[in-house]
């Protein structure tokens, strides 16, 4: 098994014109914190990365080799929020597969902003809305146009910082970057990722918290009023940790016993 690697510690990184993630959006990606020499959640982003590369029928990296490869990045002893692309690789012109493609594994770094971990956050409802797409659903495949043009729209509300995004049937999937979580009367639910979505790193780990806690939860199909409906709610993904929502349009929220618990089992904070 063989890559093609780029990363941003090389020289000159250079991608091929060819390349199908660029003229197709033919691959998926992770994002995930390194922190104090840490790779937070590695084991749960590379099992997530691994699954969906099968689903893609695309070849993925040992984890040990994705591990060497990442630790030129840990030797920089800084915080950063580390994006790797795996692409199905080079291509002609037309969607047809070309024979004995070799992946493409980029690694590029960016300065972490631990000013917005576990931070809370005002939440306004996007214009923009998720298919169902059973056949993509809870991966983090490279279409992500309808998050870009919904991070667009939010750039015009500046008292609000995230969108909730909802399917054409108008049930809550996620925010732009964050999985959704809503506690009312102890229970604790969360949308349904089947149809659409990504399922989080960090929703998956709250989940299995959850249990462990004894706390009933279910997953299901939500509108905006079951939300406004919550005592208690919050954001999360595997960067920015657990982020109370404190505001909804103009619903206030206070941070609830089960979030601060969670904030605390998960974060130590």
């Known amino acids: 098994m063989s890559f093609n690697l780029i990363t941003d510690l090389s020289a000159i990184p250079r991608i091929k014109p060819s390349e199908r993630g660029l003229h197709y959006g033919d691959g998926l990606f992770e994002t995930l914190l390194i922190h104090q020499g840490v790779i937070h959640y590695w084991q749960e982003h590379y099992d997530r990365l691994k699954a969906s590369c099968q689903r893609l029928n695309i070849l993925c990296p040992d984890q040990s080799w994705l591990e060497q490869q990442l630790q030129g990045y840990i ?30 594994v980029y690694i590029f770094k960016y300065s972490a902003n631990l000013s917005q971990f576990n931070q809370s956050v005002k939440l306004i409802i996007s214009e923009i809305t998720l298919p169902d797409n059973q056949v993509l659903a809870g991966i983090k495949h490279l279409n992500r146009l309808l998050y870009v043009l919904a991070a667009e ?11 909730l995004l909802l399917d054409t049937d108008g049930f809550m999937i996620e925010s732009i970057v964050h999985n959704l979580f809503f506690i009312r009367e102890d229970i604790v639910y969360t949308p349904d990722l089947t149809k659409s979505g990504v399922e989080g790193v960090m929703r998956k780990l709250i989940l299995k918290k959850l249990k462990a806690l004894g706390k009933a939860v279910k997953i299901g199909y939500y509108t905006p009023e079951h939300l406004l409906k919550a005592d208690e709610c919050f954001l999360c993904n595997s960067v920015q940790g657990i982020r109370p929502i404190i505001r909804m349009q103009n619903q206030i929220f206070k941070i609830g016993p089960v979030t601060r618990l969670l904030q605390q089992s998960i974060h130590g904070i």
């Open 75 to 104: 030797d920089l002893n800084e915080s950063l929020v580390i994006k790797i692309i795996i692409t199905r690789g080079d291509g002609g012109r037309g969607l047809s597969l070309p024979e004995n493609t070799t992946p493409n």
């Open 153 to 163: 729209q939010l750039q015009s509300h500046s008292d609000y910082d995230e969108a």
